[in-house]
């Protein structure tokens, strides 16, 4: 007995030591906290404790409320506080459901597992997306047509106002200090994008300073100024700034700390640098131009066309959540064409074409995570494709590369940074160089903690080379001989239908470009389920696109389609190019004769159009010849015709006969429905005229407020122009040159967003 006195207590303390090493590694469900909703996304986040050793996981499922079938989400993603300096996180599972309906409400289950209790929890919430900003649900029109009236009603502006600037060159700067509610939104609109100009004359100003809540920017140009929009100050949330084009600006839009929900989405914003111009250049002088800058959680940043600053889109606010980036075209990036440094967690960059940038997507740091780059197409990379650096010793912990593309003239992937990376998923992404780039296919120089590179596709085939951890001089020996890959391939060639290749340096400015995969190529359900979207085959593909599926609509979407009707995925109707490519108008005029007696050879067209300035989505670029827009084969449709919402319009049939082409472009010069036509085209340059009794446009019924100009070449996306009314005078008037028989457009006039709709 005495012995048993005596052993017993020994073997219980070592009973009571083991049962507390092994509490410590049993997941401890706890809390649920949810991140700001976004419109199309919900970020969620699941406080835990215990689980030390890392192998609990938890499974997300989601359905709308009153729907009986479940949807799976991606699983909650393990943040590793442990790994983060410089801020201090919680132990949570965290992570994003996307593709979502705006205004939903969505149930949700997380299913917490864990072997080491075992652990099988389910916990229940419910969150919902926000809706698509709208108009006010109570509106008072307040027209203006001066800048002195616009300052006015700026001054005195009151929820639910909307303050519509008449077409016309409004001479800034211009700021509002007052908000509008959620229901009741200040709204300062103009009749047309390329219509209504706030001009700063080139001020070393903030050309327009939005310093309330809940105000919409709709429908104007905005130009010649340090900063076109400025959002201040802090904490203000629920602005809106929506098809509008930025011009001759160094910053496009600037934003404050903790600033939330803001909606940028359908721009066109247009800065002074030229590729390929970068960081690497001039020490970084123009890191700090940029596209569209916001600070804090919640903001959707979405489908704008951006060229010409230094940080194209960027979220600059460390524990930022919750910001989504998608359907943006980024033209060209001096530095990061994203940049979602210092995010704490739940900061989304999806669906994105990102052309001729430095360092295009950049996590510098990340602290914990996670935040997500998928399904964007991003050519032309200048050097690292991921930015995984360190900013002072604050790491990056917590990124998730899902099903991107990647095309670079230099390396399939590079990471330059010695800096350590922390938890890094990289999967079911296309890493392409070109077939003679040299030896090296992948060069990572940092130290590696818990990076995972599975189900990849690469090529050329050639030495992964990872720095401290280790080179190999195939794939092959690669994933056999280190533990950071496992199910990847090397691609059997250059994988594109369009025949996308890199080009042979960077310093080649590309257009943005199709990166479809060809049925050959072995990509094509190549990938895993990692994204639960939609695919064709037996498994999804490798890279952002999805072969048979509708490409996503990069930059600024047709009028009338925005969140609550685009497609995404598999699943809905084509939608791979816009219909045309808006470009600038230097002259635009028309002349009529409708007066008995009437002689209609007086009948005039001049248009001319020069974009050597312009956005590389905005160019006038030459056909191929012996390809579908060679005009000497397939001739051509010009149409001129109302934007402004009448029913003038005017199609002409241009025959193939009456092309010539020569090295320098293609001219006609001939007869075509009734009228002599002449039309050169050259890069960069259109001119068109036309005289005769064809040109049947009805100049009968002023004022015609905006015309557009049309020019197809065969089967080509043909060119677009869209025309205002020139105006003179105090106020503003077009009627001199908007009357009877005579329209003359306003000089200099930008690209239109997108191209208006025939009549």
């Keep these: 007995m005495a012995r048993d006195g005596r052993v017993w207590p020994f073997v219980g303390l070592l009973f009571l030591l083991a049962a507390s090493a092994r ?26 404790a215990g689980d030390d050793d890392h192998d609990a996981s938890v499974q997300v499922r989601y359905r709308p409320t009153g729907d009986v079938v479940w949807r799976t989400a991606q699983p909650l993603f393990r943040v590793r506080p442990e790994s983060v300096t410089g801020r201090v996180v919680p132990e949570q599972f965290a992570g994003s459901i996307f593709d979502l309906a705006p205004a939903t409400t969505y149930d949700i289950e997380l299913r917490a597992l864990d072997a080491d209790g075992p652990v099988d929890e389910i916990v ?14 109570a509106p008072t029109v307040r027209p203006v047509a001066t800048a002195s009236a616009l300052r006015s009603a700026l001054l005195a502006a009151q929820p639910g106002d909307v303050i519509t600037l008449a077409d016309g060159t409004y001479a800034g700067p211009f700021e509002i200090d007052a908000s509008g509610t ?53 904490a203000t949330e629920g602005n809106v700034v929506r098809r509008v084009r930025i011009d001759d600006v160094r910053n496009g839009m600037l934003g404050d700390p903790d600033q939330r929900d803001f909606y940028v989405c359908d721009n066109v914003l247009h800065g002074h640098l030229r590729w390929p111009q970068t960081y690497g250049d001039d020490g970084g002088s123009h890191a700090n131009d940029d596209g569209i800058n916001v600070m804090g959680d919640g903001h959707v940043v979405c489908h704008n066309v951006l060229g010409g600053f230094g940080d194209a ?56 995570g996670p935040s ?23 790491a990056p912990s917590g990124v998730v590369v899902l099903h991107n593309t990647f095309v670079s003239s230099r390396h399939a992937l590079e990471m330059g940074s010695p800096a350590t990376s922390h938890h890094v998923r ?17 060069l990572w120089l940092g130290a590696i903690d818990d990076v995972r590179l599975d189900v990849n596709g690469w090529f050329p085939d050639g030495t992964f080379d990872f720095g401290p951890t280790g080179s190999w001089a ?99 109707p084509s939608n791979t190019t816009l219909p045309a490519v808006p470009i600038d108008a230097t002259k635009l005029s028309l002349r009529g004769d409708s007066i008995p007696p009437v ?58 006969a009456g092309w010539t082409a020569s090295g320098s472009g293609y001219r006609f010069k001939g007869s075509a429905g009734g009228i002599a036509l002449t039309i050169t085209i050259r890069r960069d340059k259109l001119s068109i005229a036309g005289k005769g009794a064809g040109l049947a446009y009805s100049l009968a019924a002023p004022p015609q407020g905006r015309i557009a100009v049309r020019l197809g070449l065969g089967s080509a996306p043909p060119w677009c122009a869209e025309v205002p009314a020139k105006a003179s005078g105090v106020p503003p008037s077009t009627a001199k040159f908007d009357r009877v028989d005579r329209f003359d457009g306003r000089p200099l006039t930008p690209a239109p967003l997108v191209c208006p709709d025939v009549p």
């Design 182 to 234: 959620a229901a009741n939104p200040i709204v300062i609109r103009g009749g047309s994008t390329v219509g209504v100009t706030l001009d700063g004359g080139g001020c070393d100003c903030n050309l327009l300073e939005i310093r309330g809540s809940f105000v919409h920017l709709e429908r104007m140009t905005l130009r010649k100024a340090r900063t076109a929009i400025r959002f201040k100050p802090a």
């Design 124 to 137: 229940l919430t419910s969150a919902a997306t926000r809706a698509v900003p709208g108009d006010p649900a």
């Design 599 to 656: 002689n209609a050879s007086a009948r005039k067209l001049t248009f001319k159009s020069t974009t050597t300035r312009s956005l590389s989505s905005n160019r006038i670029l030459l056909p191929a010849a012996g390809g579908v827009g060679d005009p000497t084969l397939h001739g051509g449709t010009l149409q001129v015709y109302n934007a402004a919402g009448g029913s003038e319009s005017l199609t002409i049939p241009i025959p193939a």
């Design 313 to 368: 889109l960027k979220v600059e606010q460390d524990g930022s959540r919750a910001d989504d980036f998608y359907g943006n075209e980024v033209l060209s990036a001096y530095d990061n064409a994203v940049e979602l440094d210092g995010s704490e967690g739940n900061t989304r960059a999806f669906r994105n074409r990102f052309t001729n940038s430095f360092v295009p997507l950049s996590f510098q740091p990340i602290f914990g």
């Design 372 to 394: 997500y780059a998928f399904r964007n197409v991003v050519v032309n990379v200048a050097e690292d494709h991921l930015k995984l650096y360190a900013r002072g010793t604050d």
């Design 23 to 48: 509490a410590d590694d049993v997941l401890q469900p706890g809390s649920v906290v949810l991140d700001r909703s976004t419109v199309v996304t919900l970020g969620i986040r699941l406080l835990v």
């Design 426 to 442: 990289i999967e079911n992404n296309l890493f392409v160089a070109p077939a003679t780039a040299g030896p090296t296919v992948a």
């Design 474 to 572: 195939s794939f092959a020996a690669f994933e056999a001989g280190s533990s950071l890959a496992t199910g990847g391939r090397v691609l059997n060639g250059p994988p594109f239908a369009s025949g996308l290749v890199p080009p042979a340096t960077y310093r080649t400015e590309m257009l943005p470009a199709d990166a479809t995969l060809a049925s050959s190529s072995n990509a094509v359900d190549g990938a895993t389920t990692g994204l639960g979207d939609s695919f064709t085959g037996s498994a999804p593909d490798l890279g952002a696109l999805e072969r048979g599926c509708p490409i996503p609509i990069y930059g600024v979407r047709p009028e009338g389609i925005d969140e609550t009707n685009a497609p995404t995925g598999c699943g809905g």
